[in-house]
């Protein structure tokens, strides 16, 4: 069975300041990682994705996500926070079945302080 | 850009009650789920359903719960005899066809069962 594990429930950074949302996985067979944003009362956004590739991957509004195999880990960054990127974070991992179901990550919730 | 759209937002119902919630999904989408988030809790799937049938359902996906694509466009899921823990978020999504990509979420039903 796939899972997902955020550690940190709650991530503080101060604007402009590098940020970093952990993330690890448990999948067999090769991992298909996405990131989603959720702004308080809104809907999942896609981030970005690792399905194969650079180990580096970039997504939307200047975020990036680091894939490591060997630590099975899929961390989301961003050079320069913004306020604006407060919200709630979720790693998910999908199943390599036609059905290709999403396990999502307890959610990380990101405060960037002005 | 197209969007996943449901409706209602918000949906407030007397425990017992049937209640369905309605899903438009991109319209040359192939698959599509159902997944809820408790309140302060992670996003759970709940079924997928592909060619007019369920390809996947989780173990909270019970007798209570049906989908169905009664038309070429929406897709809607059932809850028959609503009970209090059924309150949450639900989020419909949907993806293209073959290949390892991301859903697309709506914005989401606020379902609150009194």
């Known amino acids: 069975a796939q899972s997902v594990a955020q550690p940190e429930d709650q991530v503080n950074v101060a604007e402009g300041n590098p940020l970093t949302v952990k993330c690890t996985y448990s999948?067999?067979?090769?991992?298909?990682l996405f990131w989603y944003v959720q702004y308080p009362n809104r809907g999942l956004q896609f981030l970005l994705k690792y399905i194969t590739g650079d180990n580096l991957v970039k997504g939307s509004y200047g975020f990036e996500a680091e894939f490591n195999k060997s630590q099975t880990s899929f961390h989301l960054k961003k050079p320069s926070a913004l306020v604006s990127d407060s919200a709630l974070y979720f790693c998910?991992?999908?199943?390599?079945?036609?059905?290709?179901?999403?396990?999502f990550g307890d959610g990380t919730t990101l405060t960037v302080k002005p | 850009e197209p969007e996943v759209t449901q409706t209602p937002s918000h949906q407030v119902t007397q425990m017992g009650q049937e209640v369905i919630l309605r899903c438009v999904p991109i319209?040359?989408?192939?698959?599509f789920y159902w997944y809820r988030q408790i309140l302060g809790q992670k996003v759970e799937f709940l079924v997928s359903?592909?060619?007019?049938?369920?390809?996947?359902k989780s173990e909270i996906f019970d007798d209570q719960f049906s989908v169905e694509r009664p038309d070429g466009s929406n897709f809607t899921l059932k809850i028959r005899s609503t009970k209090l823990e059924d309150s949450a978020m639900y989020f419909c999504a949907s993806r293209p066809g073959l290949g390892l990509n991301e859903q697309f979420f709506g914005p989401g039903t606020r379902l609150t069962v009194l």
């Open positions: 319209s040359n989408h192939l698959y």
């Open positions: 359903f592909y060619n007019n049938e369920i390809s996947e």
């Open positions: 998910a991992v999908r199943d390599n079945t036609n059905a290709g179901k999403s396990t």
């Open positions: 999948v067999s067979g090769n991992p298909y």
